[in-house]
């Protein structure tokens, strides 16, 4: 990691014209990034499985959703909701909570 010396924030590695360089995000100040003679920038790709992706397309309400009412959908303003908690993220993390409108069928999420 290198901090932009006229702003202190935290420069990116940037590919310009072919040429690997850092710039600062904030002034945009750039700098070689291969300068000292030490290479400083190493780039990664990560390939993902198709195992690994996620993809979710459900059009029922799952058993255990239940309807409430207060909830307002962002698509038709109705008050009336499916909703159901699910662990979307790691065990650390708070559960995600689903909403479906029992109108027009809109489906949005709610991070705890």
């Known amino acids: 990691m ?3 010396p006229k702003c202190n924030s ?4 940037r590919r310009i014209n072919g040429k690997s ?3 600062c995000v904030k002034c945009g100040y750039e700098i070689d990034a291969n300068a000292g003679g030490k290479k400083d ?4 790709k990560v390939q993902h499985a198709e195992s690994e992706k996620i993809l979710v397309i459900d059009e029922e ?3 255990r959703a239940q309807k409430v009412k207060g909830v307002v959908c962002p698509a038709c303003k109705n008050d009336e ?3 159901w908690i699910l662990q979307t993220r790691s065990a650390d993390e708070p559960a995600t ?3 479906k409108c029992t109108r027009c069928g809109k489906v949005w999420r709610e991070y705890e």
């Open 81 to 83: 909701a499916y909703f």
């Open 10 to 13: 935290l420069m990116t590695p």
């Open 61 to 63: 309400v799952p058993e």
């Open 21 to 23: 360089v850092l710039k």
């Open 41 to 44: 920038v190493v780039t990664t």
């Open 2 to 4: 290198k901090f932009c």
């Open 97 to 99: 909570r689903f909403y």
